[in-house]
């Protein structure tokens, strides 16, 4: 089992690009979640989803969007990126809320 | 606004001591606390959880303490071993699906 994948591990954006940052699971989990990690703040949660085909906000949506459309991948976009937006980002998923997530790699993002 | 702090940045103990890390929260509403383990360069792994209505779980030389008159958690590394240096993390969560973490510890545990 590969657990929880992420691509790509790195990219650099200019500033108005735009992105998608795929994640895959193979642990057939319902929930799947977005995190950035930013220095201090520890990870906060972007959007999650309870399971294919719904969405819903975290902590910090604003300036990204995201989709379900199958079970095992959750994508993250960004359609206009800021500087702001440069973070890693970790992508996650659990068979229920509030059980162990099980993580990705990490993308790390810089936008310039 | 941080609902989950955790206020030392960085702890350093000897190979075989206990090694205690601590967290605080805000929002009473919290009922599931978990601690995740992180190494540079790799996404965080969990190690351990207590739920609201217990006040202690124990896994090996893991042991996670809550005081929820104190708003606090606590977890303990006993002994502690080299490997066990990385960043380690507090998560809360409450029934509205709202999952937040702490800043994170370093911890680093010499020989």
């Known amino acids: ?112 | 606004d941080q609902q989950v702090k955790q206020n030392s940045p960085s702890l350093s103990v000897q190979e075989g001591r206990i090694s205690i890390l601590n967290c605080d929260y805000t929002n009473s509403m919290f009922d599931y606390f978990l601690w995740y383990k992180k190494y540079p360069a790799e996404g965080p792994t969990f190690l351990i959880s207590i739920s609201s209505i217990k006040d202690k779980n124990e896994d090996g030389r893991f042991t996670v303490f809550l005081n929820k008159s104190a708003k606090h958690l606590s977890l303990h590394i006993v002994p502690s071993q080299p490997g066990d240096s990385a960043v380690y993390f507090c998560a809360a969560s409450g029934d509205n699906n709202d999952m937040r973490f702490g800043a994170g510890t370093r911890l680093t545990v010499k020989p």
Not at chain 1, 46 to 56: C, F, L, N, P, R
Not at chain 1, 97 to 104: D, L, N
């Open chain 1, 1 to 112: 089992n590969a657990g929880v994948t992420q691509t790509p591990k790195f990219r650099v954006l200019k500033t108005g690009q735009s992105m998608t940052l795929l994640c895959a699971q193979d642990m057939n989990h319902e929930y799947m979640y977005w995190y950035r990690q930013d220095p201090g703040m520890g990870l906060r949660l972007i959007h999650y989803s309870v399971g294919e085909g719904t969405t819903a906000k975290g902590e910090v949506p604003d300036g990204y969007n995201v989709s379900r459309l199958k079970k095992q991948n959750f994508l993250l976009g960004l359609e206009s990126a800021a500087p702001s937006q440069t973070s890693v980002y970790f992508c996650a998923s659990s068979r229920d809320f509030s059980y162990e997530q099980y993580f990705g790699p990490g993308t790390r993002l810089t936008v310039t």
